[in-house]
């Protein structure tokens, strides 16, 4: 008999060999039906796999984003099936699920695919789907792999099989498709109810510009054609939202091929939006005893091999700097921590120093793949608000719980309130990706889980997604059309300090070791804006917007009067510009609406004649005529209120 532990703490006892599936129907068959895969000591697995051993399982259900991932990686199976039957002979790359569905990588031997095709398979996959195929798991030798896939003549397989030692291949089969595949799967292919595939693109082997071109094909699929509906919906809203066509609009930033791919550039209104946010965290951040410092863009190479970054990233950094001395090689920074750490490291540290607080809006670079960068969410040059603290192991969780209070106070100043907290912790079986003792993650993964316990935080945890030097803390927000992004995020480190060699001297007169606190609750500036603009579909908070109040003379008449106001709106440090154009008064409503300005005046004979404006606010319409000392108040109140949640 083995023990299973249940989620809710319940421990069960059944046969060793028992299954997921089989654990569901012993709770309720309503359970069973809903089940699509397992997490088991914090792996996701097939929920027909045996269990030999006491484990802790956690049912997987569609609402659960490991389901979600299984659901979609079946897909990708499926739709493979549907891609040999129509184009026999194609040779599949990878095809994992993401965020939102699921893509795969395929040669399809020079065969160009469009919007027909695309229908041909969706149609294809449904019919599949209804024969409601078990996905079979099968441990398979390395020889067998190859010799497989070799008769098949797939050299993206043969490549991955390469790279693999014998004893951890397995072969999925659902149908007539068989694929090299870790897994896990769904049951069966009957849980896959709707389908929709949504765009073709190209992307290089591998992510390697000197490998082939294959086409990757977009998918996304629900239990239910109703769930596909409103995701389709939810699709078209989104491009209405989408943060590279409103940032044009809106002339918050722009791109040039000659500049570089994923450099964005910021303009004018954007620089200043960008500048406001910056000044609003630099204000909270100095209220909390932050202090600011500034780091070069660049840094010698030996300073992220003693970090660790070099060995985790290097092959994701731009090339090396050479300079003319021998042998001596400079980076654009991946990282703005390894400085910080010598920053602390320049004076000697006393307890009594600590907890010390390094904020620096660091600009850091990472060499992304063409095919990855995407506007200003997937970018090569990017601003972290980075901080960094250095404090005492006895300070770390009320330290840790300050930092949430930060970020819960940027989220709600941005009207950012549906939001989760995820605890990413190591993998539970591989350690091989992380750097530092197990007594000190235990310390830093502790620490965390109690802090959020503490700020009644909503929280899940995942297992394997921390960083190699520690666990971490990310908030997950759900923006206005239900979109999930992950933004701020706070990180516990044992291991840095090591590495660095950072010490401080104790009440006890002896050194002792730091621990860092990393954190950035924007994430990064680029992101975050992107993230905003399609939150609110361009329509800024009224403290944030680039323009706060549009004046709209009637006739040119009135534009003397219209010079005063703003004379006066300026001097009380309200952002407003004139409309001083020659058109009729609807056309500029109209077009000061689509510029998303949040208020304008309406400026006529009467206003004029009483020294008082007629206010319109944006997508709302007339609110009233208002003397110009009682608009400037409503505005200034408006502002406070909004900046001020806390």
């Given at each position: 008999m083995i023990k299973i532990t249940l989620p809710?703490?319940?421990?069960?006892?059944?046969?060793?060999?028992?299954?997921?599936?089989?654990?569901?129907?012993?709770?309720?068959?309503?359970?069973?039906?809903?089940?699509?895969?397992?997490?088991?000591?914090?792996?996701?697995?097939?929920?027909?796999?045996?269990?030999?051993?006491?484990?802790?399982?956690?049912?997987?259900?569609?609402?659960?984003?490991?389901?979600?991932?299984?659901?979609?990686?079946?897909?990708?199976?499926?739709?493979?099936?549907?891609?040999?039957f129509y184009y026999p002979g194609v040779k599949f790359g990878y095809g994992p699920p993401g965020e939102r569905g699921f893509y795969y990588d395929v040669d399809l031997g020079g065969r160009a695919l469009g919007e027909e095709d695309l229908k041909k398979i969706e149609s294809k996959m449904q019919e599949l789907a209804k024969n409601n195929s078990t996905y079979q798991r099968k441990e398979v030798s390395k020889a067998d792999a190859v010799q497989y896939f070799t008769g098949k003549g797939d050299p993206y397989k043969l490549e991955i099989i390469d790279r693999l030692n014998d004893g951890e291949i397995t072969f999925y089969t659902q149908g007539n498709f068989t694929d090299l595949c870790r897994g896990p799967h769904i049951p069966n292919t009957g849980f896959i109810k709707a389908i929709k595939l949504t765009n073709i693109a190209g992307a290089y082997w591998l992510n390697d510009e000197k490998n082939k071109m294959?086409?990757?094909?977009?998918?996304?699929?629900?239990?239910?054609?109703?769930?596909?509906?409103?995701?389709?919906?939810?699709?078209?809203?989104?491009?209405?939202?989408?943060?590279?066509?409103?940032?044009?609009?809106?002339?918050?930033?722009?791109?040039?091929?000659?500049?570089?791919?994923?450099?964005?550039?910021?303009?004018?209104?954007?620089?200043?939006?960008?500048?406001?946010?910056?000044?609003?965290?630099?204000?909270?951040?100095?209220?909390?005893?932050?202090?600011?410092?500034?780091?070069?863009?660049?840094?010698?190479?030996?300073?992220?091999?003693?970090?660790?970054?070099?060995?985790?990233?290097?092959?994701?950094?731009?090339?090396?700097?050479?300079?003319?001395?021998?042998?001596?090689?400079?980076?654009?920074?991946?990282?703005?921590?390894?400085?910080?750490?010598?920053?602390?490291?320049?004076?000697?540290?006393?307890?009594?120093d600590l907890p010390l607080r390094l904020a620096e809006f660091g600009t850091v670079y990472r060499y992304e793949q063409h095919g990855e960068l995407h506007g200003l969410t997937r970018v090569r040059g990017f601003t972290q608000d980075d901080a960094h603290l250095f404090c005492m192991p006895s300070q770390v969780k009320e330290e840790f719980k300050k930092v949430i209070d930060i970020v819960q106070y940027v989220l709600k100043s941005l009207e950012l309130n549906d939001y989760t907290a995820q605890i990413s912790l190591r993998d539970k079986v591989d350690r091989?990706?992380?750097?530092?003792?197990?007594?000190?993650?235990?310390?830093?993964?502790?620490?965390?889980?109690?802090?959020?316990?503490?700020?009644?935080?909503?929280?899940?945890?995942?297992?394997?997604?921390?960083?190699?030097y520690g666990p971490k803390l990310d908030f997950m927000i759900k923006d206005a059309i239900g979109r999930r992004w992950q933004l701020g995020t706070i990180q516990v480190d044992y291991n840095l300090p090591e590495r660095f060699d950072l010490s401080y001297i104790g009440e006890d007169n002896n050194k002792h070791r730091p621990v860092m606190i990393h954190r950035a609750p924007f994430g990064s500036m680029e992101r975050f804006v992107a993230v905003l603009i399609e939150h609110c579909a361009g329509k800024f908070p009224l403290w944030l917007t680039p323009t706060q109040v549009k004046l709209l003379p009637i006739s040119d008449k009135f534009l003397p009067y219209c010079e005063a106001v703003l004379a006066q709106l300026k001097a009380a440090e309200i952002r407003a510009e004139i409309d001083d154009r020659n058109e009729k008064i609807g056309k500029k409503i109209r077009d000061t609406e689509l510029e998303k300005v949040p208020?304008?005046?309406?400026?006529?004979?009467?206003?004029?004649?009483?020294?008082?404006?007629?206010?319109?606010?944006?997508?709302?319409?007339?609110?009233?005529?208002?003397?110009?000392?009682?608009?400037?108040?409503?505005?200034?109140?408006?502002?406070?209120?909004?900046?001020?949640?806390?």
């Open positions: 809710d703490g319940a421990v069960r006892e059944y046969e060793a060999g028992i299954t997921s599936m089989d654990i569901a129907k012993s709770i309720s068959e309503g359970l069973a039906r809903k089940v699509l895969a397992a997490k088991v000591n914090g792996q996701v697995w097939d929920a027909s796999r045996p269990i030999a051993t006491d484990a802790s399982v956690q049912l997987l259900k569609w609402n659960d984003t490991d389901g979600k991932e299984t659901f979609w990686h079946s897909s990708a199976h499926l739709m493979a099936e549907a891609l040999e294959l086409t990757r094909i977009y998918g996304i699929t629900f239990p239910s054609q109703k769930e596909l509906d409103e995701y389709l919906v939810m699709l078209e809203e989104a491009k209405k939202r989408d943060h590279r066509k409103l940032g044009r609009e809106l002339e918050l930033f722009t791109f040039s091929e000659k500049v570089g791919m994923g450099l964005p550039m910021w303009l004018p209104k954007g620089a200043m939006l960008r500048q406001r946010l910056q000044d609003f965290l630099q204000k909270a951040q100095t209220e909390s005893g932050y202090v600011p410092v500034i780091t070069p863009h660049i840094g010698h190479k030996q300073l992220y091999v003693t970090s660790g970054h070099y060995e985790k990233y290097g092959k994701d950094s731009f090339q090396p700097i050479k300079t003319p001395q021998e042998g001596e090689e400079f980076f654009l920074k991946p990282m703005n921590c390894p400085h910080h750490c010598e920053i602390y490291k320049s004076s000697p540290r006393s307890y009594k091989a990706k992380y750097i530092g003792s197990e007594e000190n993650w235990a310390l830093a993964e502790e620490a965390i889980i109690e802090a959020a316990a503490e700020k009644n935080l909503q929280t899940t945890i995942e297992y394997g997604e921390a960083a190699f208020l304008m005046l309406v400026i006529g004979e009467k206003e004029a004649t009483d020294n008082k404006v007629a206010v319109r606010r944006q997508g709302k319409g007339d609110e009233g005529v208002y003397s110009i000392e009682d608009f400037i108040g409503l505005v200034q109140e408006e502002v406070k209120l909004m900046k001020s949640p806390r």
